[in-house]
């Protein structure tokens, strides 16, 4: 598809590439922004803020749109995500080899699926202590991470879901059955999975497990940020989730939290001059 100055094309891994139309632009582009979509969505969930990208940073950014977690596969649980992302990034990386920086763009669960990929994409410096030596991810520079309504500590607890009005009863309920419903994602965004007798895995996901290098991974990008909305959101508890983001911040490494009410535009306008580096 052509639209003026922005071209796109399907990724042979799934997804869309959308990338200017300028053979000079093509050929400097070399920072692969990967945007993620939330529970139930779809790459076209990010259309809109991926073209506005590419207008403002034409022979910057080569930006990816997902598809391999659409609608009813986003079920299938956090880890399962990641791994598929894991695949389809390495892809679209293999597919063009110019490319030198990575930058991640996520919404809501898709955050948590963008952190697990992260880890499983790690590289650790070559050279320990080497100022030469810098770790990866894919092979690529780790540049920015962005989440936008994540839940990063799941959902469970009181008022942690709007719609459950903080009532107790319809908590404990919702804990026993989200599964029915959300699946297996369900039971990670509850914390209710014990599988193998391993911690859920949030809480697997605060630091480096087995082979997945979670938070070593989240500290190598050069800046972090999550943004939340501060109402209209039905499904996610938003102000004292973020509240308890924050007093866990050191924790999990975010240099900056922002809370507002956002629209794409107004968010690729915002964190649009992150990815203006050389």
């Known amino acids: 598809m052509e639209n003026r100055?922005?071209?796109s094309s399907e990724a042979a891994s799934g997804g869309e590439n959308i990338f200017s139309c300028h053979e000079s632009d093509v050929s400097t582009a070399d920072h692969l922004v990967v945007m993620v979509n939330g529970i139930l969505g779809s790459s076209a969930d990010w259309k809109f803020g991926a073209e506005q990208f590419v207008k403002s940073l034409p022979d910057k950014v080569f930006v990816h749109r997902s598809e391999k977690n659409a609608s009813s596969q986003t079920l299938d649980g956090v880890d399962v995500m990641g791994e598929?992302?894991?695949?389809?990034?390495?892809?679209?990386?293999?597919q063009k080899p110019n490319l030198r920086k990575i930058s991640f763009v996520a919404h809501s669960v898709g955050g948590l699926v963008a952190r697990y990929t992260i880890g499983r994409l790690y590289r650790p410096p070559s050279v320990k202590d080497s100022e030469d030596s810098k770790p990866t991810i894919g092979g690529l520079i780790p540049v920015n991470f962005i989440t936008v309504a994540t839940p990063h500590l799941g959902s469970r607890g009181n008022k942690q879901v709007p719609f459950l009005f903080g009532v107790s009863a319809l908590e404990k309920v919702a804990v026993a059955i989200i599964h029915w419903i959300f699946r297996r994602t369900g039971r990670h965004l509850?914390?209710?999975?014990?599988?193998?007798?391993?911690?859920?895995?949030?809480?697997r996901m605060l630091e480096d497990y087995g082979d997945c290098?979670?938070?070593?991974?989240?500290?190598?990008?050069q800046r972090r940020v999550t943004y939340a909305n501060v109402g209209y959101d039905r499904i996610l508890c938003t102000l004292l989730m973020w509240l308890k983001i924050l007093y866990k911040r050191v924790r999990y490494n975010f240099s900056d939290i922002f809370f507002g009410f956002w629209?794409?535009?107004?968010?690729?306008?915002?964190?649009?001059?992150?990815?203006?580096?050389?």
């Open 263 to 278: 629209s794409q535009k107004e968010l690729v306008c915002k964190f649009g001059p992150y990815f203006d580096v050389s």
């Open 84 to 94: 598929r992302l894991s695949e389809e990034v390495l892809e679209v990386i293999k």
């Open 5 to 7: 100055d922005i071209c």
């Open 190 to 203: 509850f914390l209710t999975d014990n599988e193998e007798g391993k911690p859920p895995l949030l809480n």
């Open 213 to 221: 290098y979670f938070m070593s991974a989240l500290r190598s990008f």
